[in-house]
C-alpha cells in the first residue's frame, strides 16, 4: 500500500512540476505580403495619419512602438513625411467576441485494480493479502462555455514617391491576430507588434504562428 501511495505521489510531483516551469505565452498569428528586399536598413520612414488619428494617445502608442521595431530593422524615422522613403499606415482593433463551447473530460474512477502485501498473521507469522486500490480514469465529458475574442495590428507601408504619383505604392502588408479570453487591446499591442516585426520583412505570402513567452509576476 505504501509503494503504490508513493508511486501516486510521484506521479503527482511530476505533473505539478511540468506544469509549474511552462511558461505563459503571447500567441498570434502573422501574415505577411510583400515586395520589399531583405536588405532595409536606411529607408527613411514616416506614419501616414488623418487628422482625426494624430489626437489619439493609443495611436500615439502603437506608432511608437511600430516605430521601435522599424529602427531595429535598420530604418530611420524621417522628422518630416516629406522627407520620407516609405509611409507607415497602422491598423488595430478587438472584435465583440464568439461563443465557443468546448468539451472537457470528467474524471473519476473506473475501476480498481489489485496489489498483494505482507501482514501480520493472526496466529504469528506473515500472510500474503491482496488489497485494491481505486483506478482514475476519464467518466465523461462536461461543455465549458467561453468567449473568445479576436484583436489584431494590421501595418501597410507603401512607396511615398509613388503614392503621391497616384500610382500603385503598396511595398508591404502585415497582420498579426491574437485570440483571447480578454478584450484588453492595450495590453496586447505591444505584443503583437513584436510578433508581427520578430522577422521582418519575413517571407512573402506565409502565415506563421509566434509565440512570445509573457513576464511571470514577482513572487510576493
Known sequence: MKCVSLLVLVLALGVLAGCATRPPEFVAQVTVRHTL?????GKQFAFARPAPQSQSLLDQAAEQQVAHELSAAGLVEADNAQHADWLVALNYGVDNGQIVVTQEPVWGTVGYASYYGWYPGPYGGRMFVPGWYAQPGIVGTQSIQSTVYTRFLTV?????VLLEQGRFAKLYEGKAINHSETQDLDAALPWLTRALFQSFPGFSGTTTTVRLILPQPAPH
Open 37 to 41: 528586399a531583405s536588405a532595409v536598413a
Open 156 to 160: 501597410d507601408i507603401s512607396d511615398r
